[in-house]
């Protein structure tokens, strides 16, 4: 047995990009050198421990010939710097913040595999975490090998059933007072009670709703997280058809159905637009947010897909 089966998988990290600190999870490969790179962008709130066990499954078929890394969006997250203390940014970051230091992040790995046998950067978004991605390849297209798209808000995001249904809390006012309230509760009350409010909505599962107590349900982060999704409903209007025509055979696309945040419209709109990549629709049942109940399920998509992919760069080599 050697030293690096003993070391618990995800390693955690903090890195400083751009002046800007982000939690970073690695599940390194245990072969020679990796073939390929995942970077997971997640969607909003961008906690990465939703997606742990995601990537856990992903580690556990492609370890020989993939390294993962995964990282949190900056303010969303209370978490562990390197030197073991607690760091929760103050800022509150938007999206644009997000998408320009997540690209400084994508060059940072990708120049740290600068070698003469760079491995394959692949890109996966979920939800907003798509956007991202799809700003990262207009800027580094010919460094992106594949971008795996979950359920991808890239198209008019305010209007959709979820949008409109929850953009009163994104406005200025109301957000600001939510993130106090939820400072104001943290101070009167334990976090068990806080724990036991939060699982009665029953939605995340107890492993998640521990999570999201912990490391997101503070004011700063919750500001952070409802700043981001106000910039998203503004912003995030005209699907980007320019790109998907020339640049659309690097995406592999999945839609859900009975999606509330990107109707099933959306799916039958990109597979017109995206004629060179591959768009899909689920016919599992997944839920957009797949983190709370269908990791497994989505591990074992996106395991079709990466098979796919690292056996074209085993043909290219």
Same mark, same amino acid.
């Given at each position: ?13 903090? &890195?400083?990009?751009? +002046? ?6 690695? &599940? ?50 209370? *978490? ?15 999206? #644009?913040?997000?998408? %320009? ?14 070698? #003469? #046998? ?32 979950? *359920? ?34 943290? &101070?009167?009350?334990? %976090? ?7 699982? $009665?909505?029953?939605?995340? +599962?107890?492993?998640? %709703? ?12 919750? /500001? ?14 005209? $699907? ?7 640049? +659309? ?11 509330? &945040? ?11 637009? /995206? ?8 016919? +599992?049942?997944?839920?957009?947010? *797949? ?14 897909? $990466?098979?796919? #992919? ?5 043909? /290219?080599?």
């Amino acid at each position: 047995m050697s030293f690096a089966s003993l070391v618990s998988l995800p390693q955690r990290s903090s &890195w400083t990009v751009c +002046g800007e600190v982000r939690e970073v999870l690695f &599940w390194p490969c245990t072969g020679i050198r990796p073939r390929a790179v995942l970077l997971m962008i997640p969607g909003n709130p961008g906690l990465i421990d939703f997606y742990i066990d995601f990537c856990n499954e992903l580690h556990a078929k492609f370890k020989k010939d993939l390294d993962i890394i995964g990282t949190s969006h900056l303010g969303h997250t209370l *978490f562990s710097d390197n030197r073991g203390q607690q760091y929760r940014s103050t800022k509150t970051y938007g999206l #644009e913040d997000q998408v %320009t230091n997540t690209l400084a992040m994508f060059d940072i790995i990708d120049q740290t595999y600068d070698t #003469e #046998e760079r491995p394959r950067m692949l890109l996966c978004g979920h939800s907003i975490g798509s956007y991202m991605a799809q700003r990262i390849v207009a800027v580094r297209t010919d460094r992106v090998a594949r971008v795996f798209s979950l *359920f991808p808000t890239v198209d008019k995001i305010a209007d959709t059933p979820r949008g409109r249904q929850l953009r009163v809390l994104f406005r200025p006012g109301v957000r600001q007072v939510v993130a106090g309230i939820i400072d104001v509760l943290r &101070w009167l009350l334990p %976090t068990s009670t806080i724990v036991r409010l939060a699982s $009665l909505s029953k939605s995340l +599962g107890d492993t998640n %709703t521990r999570v999201v107590v912990d490391k997101m349900l503070h004011g700063s982060c919750v /500001n952070s997280v409802l700043t981001m999704a106000a910039d998203e409903m503004r912003r995030i209007v005209d $699907l980007d058809e320019e790109l998907y025509a020339s640049t +659309g055979g690097k995406f592999v696309m999945y839609y859900g159905t009975d999606d509330m &945040w990107v109707p099933e419209d959306r799916y039958e709109r990109m597979r017109a637009v /995206n004629t060179q990549g591959v768009v899909r629709l689920c016919s +599992g049942g997944i839920s957009h947010a *797949f983190v709370t109940a269908h990791s497994a399920e989505m591990a074992c998509v996106v395991i079709g897909m $990466l098979t796919d #992919e690292l056996a074209a760069e085993i043909e /290219n080599s």
